[in-house]
């Protein structure tokens, strides 16, 4: 155990002087304020030039409570980002970077806690950029600030289940990107993409009607539509009617058990395939092969 929490500590420091070293810690402090506002505020310009759009064209105009729906969705985002895709790519950098990847696993670091140390570090990295978007949207757009109740209990359940669930998922990622020396970069930026387009951070899954309506089904099975939904209402309250999905109806303790079940899979799922990765690119030296980028 001793061993356990050591190892943790460690990594978690490292992933942090990785993320943090490059520079001096003034220009990282704007660079962490800089990267995840930016981001947001792209979204909220391309929200305004719709609006606009569908008014030059003589249709009806968004409905404003599509602005706070999308920002939130979007600073929640940035966790997923951080610690799911933060795991998978810390293989990649480790072993095609630092070429470190094999002298941490033959060291007495605990080889599968190194990595949850390093997800730790970008979990921090991840909250702190949610909390600066999501300052921001309130101080600068009045509809963010008319929309965001928050419930804290809530929260804190989504949170902790959330942070489970993440850590599984990025287990898995990281787990098949043991045995991809070459491609593991594009899996997880891939990957990323799709959950970010499926998960209802833009746009309502409502959206996908008519010949598109298999598309909600492949978005009830993301784990992350479920944390997202859960985390708009811990922060807004209830969907206003017009981005209503096919979760609006669910109670809290509903959405909650479903995601808590459905991590506690993917905890099972994750340990039970990290096992077998690890065996199998030990055996083919995957972890000290390289694509040389």
């Not at 293989?91 to 970077?97: A, F, G, L, S, Y």
């Not at 506690?264 to 994750?270: I, Q, S």
Request: hydrophobic letters at 50%; charged letters at 15%; aromatic letters at 12%.
């Amino acid at each position: 155990m001793l061993a356990h929490l050591r190892t943790l500590r460690l990594s978690a420091w490292l992933g942090w002087q990785l993320e943090t070293n490059w520079t001096s810690p003034l220009l990282f402090a704007v660079y962490m304020f800089v990267k995840p506002v930016c981001g947001s505020l792209m979204l909220v310009g391309m929200f305004f030039a719709a609006d606009q759009a569908a008014v030059g064209i003589g249709r009806a105009r968004i409905s404003p409570q599509f602005l706070p729906y999308m920002y939130v969705s979007n600073a929640c985002y940035g966790l997923v980002g951080t610690v799911m895709f933060g795991l998978s790519y810390a293989v990649v950098r480790d072993r095609e970077h630092y070429r470190m990847l094999k002298y941490v696993y033959i060291s007495p670091a605990q080889f599968q806690t190194y990595f949850l140390g390093r997800g730790a570090s970008r979990a921090l990295e991840g909250i702190v950029g949610g909390m600066l978007s999501l300052t921001t949207g309130l101080i600068l757009f009045a509809q963010v600030r008319d929309s965001v109740t928050v419930d804290v209990p809530w929260l804190l359940v989504y949170l902790v289940i959330g942070a489970m669930m993440l850590w599984a998922c990025g287990m898995l990622l990281a787990a098949a990107c043991l045995n991809m020396s070459r491609n593991g970069m594009f899996l997880s930026e891939g990957i990323a993409g799709l959950v970010y387009l499926l998960s209802g951070v833009v746009f309502p899954l409502s959206v996908f009607q008519g010949s598109m309506a298999w598309v909600q089904w492949v978005s009830l099975s993301l784990p992350t539509t479920y944390w997202l939904e859960g985390m708009r209402r811990a922060l807004m309250g209830e969907v206003p009617e017009k981005l209503r999905g096919p979760l609006s109806n669910w109670s809290n303790a509903e959405l909650a058990l479903t995601l808590l079940a459905t991590t506690v899979a993917l905890m099972v799922a994750a340990q039970l395939f990290w096992r077998w990765s690890e065996r199998r690119a030990w055996r083919l030296g995957k972890l000290e092969e390289n694509a040389g980028v």
